[in-house]
């Protein structure tokens, strides 16, 4: 047989050749059918649009074979009852933030996010290479949970408030939305914490029930048009260097999976949480520009605020090493790769970005000086946010 035949007759199925063409994974792929309930709304479409996009590179990958049918909050159970669903068998999937769940156990929260801890690089690196996924899974497998990190948004900002914050006694008395241990922190200095739903937060401001919220950064808020009853918006988010966004699978139908498909969801979600954090970035810059061109007035915390809540999270978290189950194990690992962190960030990242921001606030990176790809050039939200003297004004 000449070279052009046995092409010709493989591409046909002779020769034995076309079923090696075809992927192994669609070759023995049994039909799987899975309900996954979000914990936030359609209109949120980067943090909803990653548990769409978990499930539909599952179901590319398979051909259709395992198919994961995302619903929103409310749709299947409220947002705030995600977990439970997942761990009552409801549904065998969940997408959400751990730290919703600290009425449980504070314990919850260090799958997504504590106060003053670790930004979004130092948590992927903890999580994937410094045993931090093992450690948060030993205690979530006992919760009937199999965890995984999908999504992250960021170092997230501080949050709208009704009124300027001139000092530590302006926090007095404030109601204010804020999630998972943050609202612990925030009751010791004052605040009176509310945990309210994502779909619900620009409701409560705007007929009063509360006085202030966080909820992301510019891209989501700016969607949600906080700046219209609450202009004043403060950075940082100190209670979220960042917020890890998790994937739980109720444990007894994970299990039940092939292997192959186990280790589909796992690639699947590593890929959304890098997509996530990447769209966070590329997004904020600009919706913090124009939530400042509507009336946002950029505001950094006061030092008194700042000091105060790190010491009260240093109280916090030497209860919870004594009394909370499950706590000191998966804090202690964390902890110790933090102070590795940033060391490491101090000696480079920080210093590239200083020098970089300087060059910014002279009017002279690239884009300034040509125009090419500006958005908006040297001046406004995108150089003063760094300085406080810049924007308090």
């Known amino acids: 047989m000449d070279r052009r035949s046995f092409f010709r007759t493989a591409a046909i199925g002779g020769a034995g050749s076309l079923t090696l063409a075809a992927p192994a994974i669609a070759q023995s792929s049994p039909q799987v059918q899975w309900r996954c309930t979000s914990s936030f709304p359609k209109g949120l479409d980067t943090v909803y649009g990653g548990a769409e996009d978990l499930a539909r590179y599952v179901r590319e990958a398979t051909d259709g074979a395992f198919d994961i049918q ?37 314990t919850w929260a260090l799958g997504t996010v504590i106060p003053f801890g670790l930004n979004a690089r130092g948590m992927n690196a903890w999580l994937y290479y410094g045993g931090g996924a093992d450690a948060l899974n030993t205690f979530y497998n006992q919760q009937g949970l199999q965890f995984m990190a999908a999504g992250n948004t960021g170092t997230q900002m501080g949050g709208w408030f009704r009124e300027e914050i001139g000092g530590l006694q302006d926090m007095q008395g404030l109601q204010m939305r804020v999630a998972g ?9 004052g605040v009176v914490p509310q945990q309210i739903a994502g779909g619900d937060v620009y409701a409560a401001l705007e007929r009063g029930a509360i006085d202030a919220t966080e909820w992301v950064g510019p891209y989501d808020d700016n969607r949600l048009g906080f700046q219209r009853v609450a202009p004043y918006y403060y ?5 979220e260097g960042n917020a890890t966004l998790s994937v739980f699978c109720n444990k007894e139908a994970y299990d039940a999976l092939p292997e192959s498909y186990r280790s589909l969801l796992e690639t699947a ?33 006061p030092d008194d605020v700042m000091e105060a809540g790190y010491e009260a999270t240093l109280d916090l978290y ?51 000086i040509d125009g090419a790809g500006a958005v908006g050039g040297g001046s406004g939200a995108g150089s003063d946010a760094g300085s406080s003297e810049s924007t308090d004004q």
Not at 181 to 189: K, N, W
Not at 235 to 239: A, D, I, S, V
Not at 278 to 290: C, G, H, I, V
Not at 338 to 360: C, D, G, I, R
């Open 235 to 239: 950075y940082p988010g100190w209670w």
């Open 269 to 301: 979600a590593r890929a959304v949480n890098t997509d996530m954090l990447a769209e966070y970035d590329y997004k904020n810059p600009t919706a913090l520009r124009e939530l400042v061109d509507n009336g946002a007035e950029l505001r950094r915390f």
């Open 318 to 368: 030497s209860d919870f090493r004594q009394n909370v189950d499950g706590w000191a194990e998966i804090y202690d690992s964390m902890m110790a790769f933090q102070s590795e962190h940033f060391l490491w960030t101090q000696v480079a990242e920080q210093n590239f970005a200083a020098f970089m921001q300087q060059k910014q606030s002279e009017g002279r990176l690239p884009a300034q």
């Open 181 to 189: 241990l943050g609202g612990r922190i925030m009751e010791a200095l």
């Open 70 to 106: 995302v619903f929103a909050a409310g749709e299947i159970v409220p947002g705030l009852q995600a977990a439970d669903a997942a761990q009552n068998g409801t549904v065998e999937m969940c997408h959400t933030a751990a730290y919703y769940f600290v009425g449980k156990s504070p």
